[in-house]
């Protein structure tokens, strides 16, 4: 098979499992060859959520989960690969952004797990990986690093417009007409909502958001949640499960809160949030364009355009690429810029000292 072929792959904050994406990178806009989603097993999602906070002998629970995740994802591209008739060698690398545990850009570290040497090695082809960590050395957030991404694939030169990555983590990339591409966390997405699902329903998910939409918001619980400080700070900035998990929600809780009307209170703190950031940092967006696996959120989307009125917010389907996918495909993109020795991140979006080539190589 011709052509600039190459795996991305991701597994973000909502902890769902692993997105795998064969893209061929030779053109002006990826062109995705195969595809699949492998689901975590419960065992696996349970110790990966456990790593995100001090506990007992986490060295050894971490690298055990590391082993692990390096064979699901060297399943993924074994599975992608048969798909498409693809040998190994026709891939120039694999782009794997790992698992996040743990990250803190302001005391200098981030941690993505994930055993890149040993999906080298089941996988006999090149992997790129440990992306955030050269951005953080240079004093940036390490994230968001997929704007740049966003920029070659949905900026349009006459028209401003928000890019909205509805992962575990909310983020947004403003791709203003004639202006500097700019990026950053806004908040709490799907890892909230599934945290409290998986409590409540037994379910991974509020699938389509049907349980919350069941109920309505508890107004005194969303104001005490919108006074987060995170979400009044300026970009750049960054967050995670670290900051926003069960004991966020269980301090802001009053006796007597409901727990489907808590959720429907999440949906409505997502929602306020991201479209507060919208008018605040993006003014002027004509379209909000979104992806990740929170865009199956029917109930989000429909307040995210219920909250802003006159700005079409859409899926990024209509613009080439499945929302499923996007997220993956960038990191196939930062491992062609990788070996390429190119810059990967933006300093405007990362708060990083200058631009920087990001990933480290592990040869097949």
């Not at 030779?26 to 456990?50: D, K, N, Y």
């Not at 200098?108 to 955030?132: C, H, K, M, P, W």
């Not at 006796?255 to 209170?265: E, I, L």
Request: with cysteine; glycine share 10%.
């Amino acid at each position: 098979m011709s052509g600039e072929l190459y795996v991305g792959l991701m597994s973000g904050t909502s902890l769902d499992g692993v997105d795998a994406v064969l893209v061929d990178l030779a053109g002006a806009t990826p062109r995705i060859v195969s595809s699949t989603h492998r689901p975590f097993e419960a065992p696996l999602r349970a110790a990966l959520l456990a790593l995100n906070a001090p506990g007992d002998d986490e060295i050894e629970r971490a690298a055990r989960a590391s082993n692990e995740l390096a064979q699901r994802y060297a399943a993924a591209v074994q599975e992608i690969l048969a798909r498409s008739g693809t040998s190994p060698s026709e891939v120039r690398a694999v782009g794997c952004h790992g698992q996040t545990v743990r990250h803190r850009p302001e005391r200098g570290y981030t941690v993505q797990i994930g055993n890149s040497a040993l999906l080298a090695e089941l996988s006999g082809i090149r992997v790129v990986a440990d992306f955030r960590s050269r951005d953080v050395a240079a004093g940036g957030q390490g994230a968001p690093l997929v704007p740049a991404f966003h920029a070659g694939v949905f900026a349009d030169p006459g028209e401003s417009r928000v890019v909205l990555n509805l992962g575990g983590i909310a983020n947004l990339t403003w791709l203003p007409c004639g202006g500097p591409v700019t990026g950053f966390d806004s908040g709490p997405a799907n890892c909230l909502l599934d945290l409290w699902a998986t409590r409540h329903l037994g379910t991974a998910m509020d699938r389509s958001g049907e349980w919350a939409a069941g109920a309505e918001a508890i107004p005194r619980l969303l104001a005490r949640m919108l006074i987060e400080p995170y979400f009044a700070a300026a970009p750049p900035k960054s967050t995670g499960r670290h900051h926003f998990d069960e004991p966020w929600i269980v301090s802001r809780l009053e006796r007597g809160d409901a727990p489907q009307p808590v959720q429907a209170t999440l949906l409505e703190l997502t929602a306020r949030t991201v479209t507060d950031a919208v008018r605040r940092f993006c003014p002027g967006a004509a379209r909000v364009i979104a992806c990740g696996g929170g865009t199956a959120n029917r109930a989000m989307l429909q307040r995210l355009r219920e909250l802003l009125p006159g700005t079409p917010v859409e899926s990024s389907e209509r613009h080439g690429v499945d929302p499923r996918h996007v997220e993956a495909t960038a990191f196939a993109w930062l491992a062609q810029l990788a070996l390429e020795g190119k810059a990967g991140n933006l300093p405007a979006v990362t708060g990083a000292r200058a631009p920087r080539v990001l990933g480290a190589i592990y040869p097949a």
